[in-house]
Protein backbone atom coordinates (compact mmCIF):
# COMPACT_ATOMS: atom_id res chain seq x y z
CA UNK A 1 0.00 0.00 0.00
CA UNK A 2 2.44 2.77 0.44
CA UNK A 3 4.68 1.77 -2.66
CA UNK A 4 0.90 2.44 -4.35
CA UNK A 5 0.59 5.30 -2.56
CA UNK A 6 3.97 6.69 -3.36
CA UNK A 7 3.58 6.61 -7.02
CA UNK A 8 0.19 8.13 -6.51
CA UNK A 9 1.85 10.98 -5.29
CA UNK A 10 4.52 11.17 -7.65
CA UNK A 11 2.02 10.87 -10.30
CA UNK A 12 0.02 13.64 -9.09
CA UNK A 13 3.39 15.94 -7.99
CA UNK A 14 4.11 15.35 -12.42
CA UNK A 15 0.84 15.88 -13.21
CA UNK A 16 0.80 19.21 -10.83
CA UNK A 17 3.81 19.86 -12.36
CA UNK A 18 2.64 19.85 -16.06
CA UNK A 19 -0.14 22.03 -15.58
CA UNK A 20 1.75 24.56 -13.32
CA UNK A 21 4.13 24.50 -16.70
CA UNK A 22 1.27 25.24 -19.29
CA UNK A 23 -0.21 28.02 -17.05
CA UNK A 24 3.35 29.46 -16.56
CA UNK A 25 3.36 29.81 -20.47
CA UNK A 26 0.71 32.08 -19.99
CA UNK A 27 1.96 34.34 -16.94
CA UNK A 28 1.49 37.84 -17.42
CA UNK A 29 -1.13 38.54 -19.51
CA UNK A 30 -3.41 41.24 -18.93
CA UNK A 31 -7.05 41.61 -20.29
CA UNK A 32 -8.10 44.80 -21.27
CA UNK A 33 -11.66 43.94 -22.49
CA UNK A 34 -13.79 42.22 -20.13
CA UNK A 35 -16.08 40.42 -22.34
CA UNK A 36 -18.91 42.37 -20.39
CA UNK A 37 -18.93 45.74 -21.88
CA UNK A 38 -17.00 48.92 -23.17
CA UNK A 39 -15.46 49.94 -19.75
CA UNK A 40 -11.85 51.12 -20.33
CA UNK A 41 -12.73 52.03 -24.24
CA UNK A 42 -13.82 54.74 -25.80
CA UNK A 43 -16.11 55.26 -28.89
CA UNK A 44 -15.37 58.25 -31.48
CA UNK A 45 -17.36 58.18 -34.60
CA UNK A 46 -16.79 60.90 -37.68
CA UNK A 47 -18.62 61.35 -40.90
CA UNK A 48 -20.01 58.85 -43.52
CA UNK A 49 -21.58 60.86 -46.29
CA UNK A 50 -23.40 57.84 -47.65
CA UNK A 51 -24.95 56.91 -44.18
CA UNK A 52 -26.31 60.49 -44.51
CA UNK A 53 -23.83 61.12 -41.78
CA UNK A 54 -21.88 64.73 -42.79
CA UNK A 55 -20.54 65.52 -39.79
CA UNK A 56 -18.59 64.22 -36.95
CA UNK A 57 -20.63 62.54 -34.49
CA UNK A 58 -17.68 62.41 -32.02
CA UNK A 59 -16.28 61.28 -28.88
CA UNK A 60 -18.64 58.90 -26.70
CA UNK A 61 -21.95 59.36 -29.04
CA UNK A 62 -22.82 56.38 -30.69
CA UNK A 63 -26.60 56.60 -32.09
CA UNK A 64 -26.33 54.04 -34.38
CA UNK A 65 -25.01 51.21 -31.93
CA UNK A 66 -21.69 50.82 -33.74
CA UNK A 67 -19.97 49.50 -30.91
CA UNK A 68 -21.46 46.92 -28.54
CA UNK A 69 -21.00 43.60 -27.19
CA UNK A 70 -22.38 40.30 -27.96
CA UNK A 71 -21.55 36.77 -26.59
CA UNK A 72 -18.47 37.78 -24.82
CA UNK A 73 -17.08 40.02 -27.76
CA UNK A 74 -16.66 43.41 -28.47
CA UNK A 75 -19.62 43.90 -32.04
CA UNK A 76 -18.61 46.70 -34.51
CA UNK A 77 -21.09 46.90 -37.08
CA UNK A 78 -19.10 49.57 -39.69
CA UNK A 79 -22.00 51.42 -40.57
CA UNK A 80 -20.45 54.96 -39.19
CA UNK A 81 -16.47 55.22 -39.45
CA UNK A 82 -14.37 55.60 -36.52
CA UNK A 83 -13.09 53.48 -33.91
CA UNK A 84 -12.55 52.32 -30.39
CA UNK A 85 -9.75 53.60 -28.52
CA UNK A 86 -8.06 51.84 -25.45
CA UNK A 87 -8.26 54.29 -22.49
CA UNK A 88 -4.63 53.05 -21.32
CA UNK A 89 -1.29 53.69 -23.72
CA UNK A 90 1.27 50.61 -23.86
CA UNK A 91 4.52 50.29 -24.91
CA UNK A 92 6.90 47.79 -25.16
CA UNK A 93 4.61 45.13 -25.31
CA UNK A 94 2.59 41.78 -26.89
CA UNK A 95 -0.82 42.54 -27.81
CA UNK A 96 -3.04 39.51 -28.52
CA UNK A 97 -6.48 39.25 -29.48
CA UNK A 98 -9.00 37.20 -31.92
CA UNK A 99 -11.14 38.52 -34.38
CA UNK A 100 -13.92 36.97 -37.22
CA UNK A 101 -16.04 38.58 -39.68
CA UNK A 102 -19.90 39.37 -39.74
CA UNK A 103 -22.43 39.81 -42.60
CA UNK A 104 -23.19 43.22 -42.85
CA UNK A 105 -21.44 45.47 -44.96
CA UNK A 106 -21.96 49.12 -45.72
CA UNK A 107 -21.48 51.84 -48.42
CA UNK A 108 -19.03 53.20 -49.69
CA UNK A 109 -17.81 49.01 -48.98
CA UNK A 110 -21.17 47.28 -49.26
CA UNK A 111 -19.23 45.10 -51.77
CA UNK A 112 -15.83 43.60 -51.70
CA UNK A 113 -13.44 43.01 -49.22
CA UNK A 114 -14.12 43.18 -45.61
CA UNK A 115 -12.21 45.50 -43.66
CA UNK A 116 -11.15 46.66 -40.10
CA UNK A 117 -7.99 47.48 -38.65
CA UNK A 118 -5.83 47.41 -35.62
CA UNK A 119 -4.11 50.07 -34.60
CA UNK A 120 -1.14 50.69 -32.11
CA UNK A 121 0.83 53.05 -30.93
CA UNK A 122 -2.30 55.48 -31.08
CA UNK A 123 -1.15 59.30 -30.42
CA UNK A 124 -2.48 62.73 -30.79
CA UNK A 125 -6.60 63.84 -31.27
CA UNK A 126 -9.15 61.82 -33.27
CA UNK A 127 -9.05 61.91 -36.79
CA UNK A 128 -5.70 63.09 -37.34
CA UNK A 129 -5.72 60.61 -40.28
CA UNK A 130 -8.42 61.20 -42.84
CA UNK A 131 -11.15 62.74 -40.57
CA UNK A 132 -11.37 58.98 -38.66
CA UNK A 133 -8.35 57.93 -36.91
CA UNK A 134 -5.77 58.91 -34.73
CA UNK A 135 -1.72 58.74 -35.67
CA UNK A 136 -0.77 55.43 -35.33
CA UNK A 137 0.70 52.26 -37.03
CA UNK A 138 -1.80 49.93 -38.15
CA UNK A 139 -2.32 45.99 -38.54
CA UNK A 140 -4.96 45.19 -41.55
CA UNK A 141 -7.69 43.66 -41.03
CA UNK A 142 -8.98 43.19 -44.32
CA UNK A 143 -10.40 39.94 -46.13
CA UNK A 144 -6.74 38.40 -47.70
CA UNK A 145 -4.81 41.09 -46.36
CA UNK A 146 -4.58 40.42 -42.84
CA UNK A 147 -0.90 41.53 -41.19
CA UNK A 148 -0.36 44.05 -43.75
CA UNK A 149 0.57 47.36 -42.44
CA UNK A 150 -0.35 50.70 -42.92
CA UNK A 151 0.93 53.70 -41.79
CA UNK A 152 -1.39 56.68 -40.16
CA UNK A 153 -1.25 60.48 -40.29
CA UNK A 154 2.65 59.99 -41.23
CA UNK A 155 3.48 57.82 -38.63
CA UNK A 156 6.30 55.54 -40.34
CA UNK A 157 8.83 52.29 -39.93
CA UNK A 158 12.21 50.57 -41.98
CA UNK A 159 11.25 47.54 -43.66
CA UNK A 160 12.67 44.79 -44.87
CA UNK A 161 11.10 44.64 -48.62
CA UNK A 162 11.00 44.17 -52.12
CA UNK A 163 8.70 45.84 -54.77
CA UNK A 164 5.20 44.18 -56.22
CA UNK A 165 4.11 45.83 -58.57
CA UNK A 166 3.01 49.62 -56.96
CA UNK A 167 3.42 48.39 -53.54
CA UNK A 168 5.99 47.05 -51.01
CA UNK A 169 6.23 43.75 -49.70
CA UNK A 170 7.49 42.71 -46.37
CA UNK A 171 10.91 40.00 -46.87
CA UNK A 172 12.75 39.07 -44.79
CA UNK A 173 16.60 39.84 -45.06
CA UNK A 174 15.36 42.25 -48.37
CA UNK A 175 17.32 45.53 -48.31
CA UNK A 176 16.42 47.98 -45.96
CA UNK A 177 13.48 50.65 -46.86
CA UNK A 178 13.54 54.04 -44.59
CA UNK A 179 10.65 55.54 -43.27
CA UNK A 180 7.73 53.95 -44.54
CA UNK A 181 4.37 55.68 -45.00
CA UNK A 182 2.57 53.49 -47.08
CA UNK A 183 1.04 50.17 -47.51
CA UNK A 184 3.02 46.92 -46.86
CA UNK A 185 2.27 43.59 -48.01
CA UNK A 186 2.60 40.41 -45.57
CA UNK A 187 4.48 38.47 -46.60
CA UNK A 188 1.71 35.41 -46.82
CA UNK A 189 -1.72 35.15 -46.31
CA UNK A 190 -2.22 33.43 -43.17
CA UNK A 191 -6.12 34.11 -42.12
CA UNK A 192 -8.78 31.10 -41.80
CA UNK A 193 -12.18 31.25 -43.44
CA UNK A 194 -14.63 33.75 -43.10
CA UNK A 195 -16.87 32.98 -40.22
CA UNK A 196 -13.85 31.01 -38.17
CA UNK A 197 -11.69 33.51 -35.20
CA UNK A 198 -8.51 34.16 -36.24
CA UNK A 199 -5.45 34.72 -33.52
CA UNK A 200 -3.98 38.48 -34.05
CA UNK A 201 -0.99 39.23 -32.32
CA UNK A 202 1.38 42.21 -32.44
CA UNK A 203 4.77 42.14 -30.72
CA UNK A 204 6.12 46.05 -30.25
CA UNK A 205 9.69 46.16 -28.32
CA UNK A 206 11.11 49.19 -27.92
CA UNK A 207 11.12 50.85 -31.57
CA UNK A 208 10.08 47.14 -33.44
CA UNK A 209 6.94 45.79 -34.13
CA UNK A 210 5.88 42.69 -35.75
CA UNK A 211 2.61 41.36 -36.76
CA UNK A 212 1.47 37.81 -36.39
CA UNK A 213 -1.55 36.04 -37.72
CA UNK A 214 -2.76 32.71 -36.62
CA UNK A 215 1.27 32.11 -35.24
CA UNK A 216 2.89 32.85 -38.83
CA UNK A 217 4.83 36.31 -38.80
CA UNK A 218 3.45 37.93 -41.60
CA UNK A 219 5.88 41.49 -41.25
CA UNK A 220 8.27 43.49 -39.64
CA UNK A 221 9.68 46.90 -38.85
CA UNK A 222 11.87 48.54 -37.26
CA UNK A 223 12.40 52.30 -36.17
CA UNK A 224 8.87 53.25 -35.61
CA UNK A 225 8.64 57.13 -35.24
CA UNK A 226 6.24 59.99 -36.03
CA UNK A 227 7.73 63.85 -37.15
CA UNK A 228 7.06 66.25 -34.26
CA UNK A 229 7.88 69.80 -35.39
CA UNK A 230 9.59 69.07 -38.08
CA UNK A 231 11.80 66.18 -36.69
CA UNK A 232 11.74 62.81 -36.69
CA UNK A 233 11.42 60.95 -33.22
CA UNK A 234 10.77 57.45 -31.86
CA UNK A 235 6.82 56.44 -31.92
CA UNK A 236 7.07 53.73 -29.13
CA UNK A 237 3.79 53.91 -27.11
CA UNK A 238 0.37 54.98 -27.42
CA UNK A 239 -3.58 54.06 -27.24
CA UNK A 240 -4.98 50.89 -29.12
CA UNK A 241 -7.49 51.37 -31.87
CA UNK A 242 -10.24 48.94 -32.95
CA UNK A 243 -11.46 50.33 -36.59
CA UNK A 244 -14.44 50.52 -37.67
CA UNK A 245 -14.36 50.77 -41.29
CA UNK A 246 -17.65 49.35 -43.62
CA UNK A 247 -17.69 45.89 -42.55
CA UNK A 248 -19.36 43.72 -39.65
CA UNK A 249 -16.79 42.32 -37.51
CA UNK A 250 -16.36 40.57 -34.14
CA UNK A 251 -13.06 41.04 -31.57
CA UNK A 252 -12.64 39.08 -28.45
CA UNK A 253 -9.87 38.08 -25.80
CA UNK A 254 -8.31 41.04 -26.18
CA UNK A 255 -5.41 41.61 -23.90
CA UNK A 256 -1.65 42.53 -23.05
CA UNK A 257 1.26 41.58 -21.78
CA UNK A 258 4.80 44.06 -20.91
CA UNK A 259 7.64 42.43 -22.76
CA UNK A 260 11.58 42.89 -20.45
Known amino acids: MRSLGCAVAALALVSWASSAAAAGSETGWTPIFNGKDLTGWETFLSYQPEQGND ?58 KRDSGVLYHAVGPHGAQSGHWMRSLEMQVQEGDCGDYHSLDGANVDVEAVKAGEELQYKAGAPVVANVKQRVLHSEDAEKPKGQWNVLEVVLRGDSVEHIVNGKVVFRGTHSKQ ?16 QSEGAEVFYRNIEVRPLD
Open 55 to 112: EVIGVGKDPDGVFSVADGAIRISGKQWGALTSAGDYGNYRLRLEFKWGELQWAPRATG
Open 227 to 242: TVDGKLVPLTRGKIQL
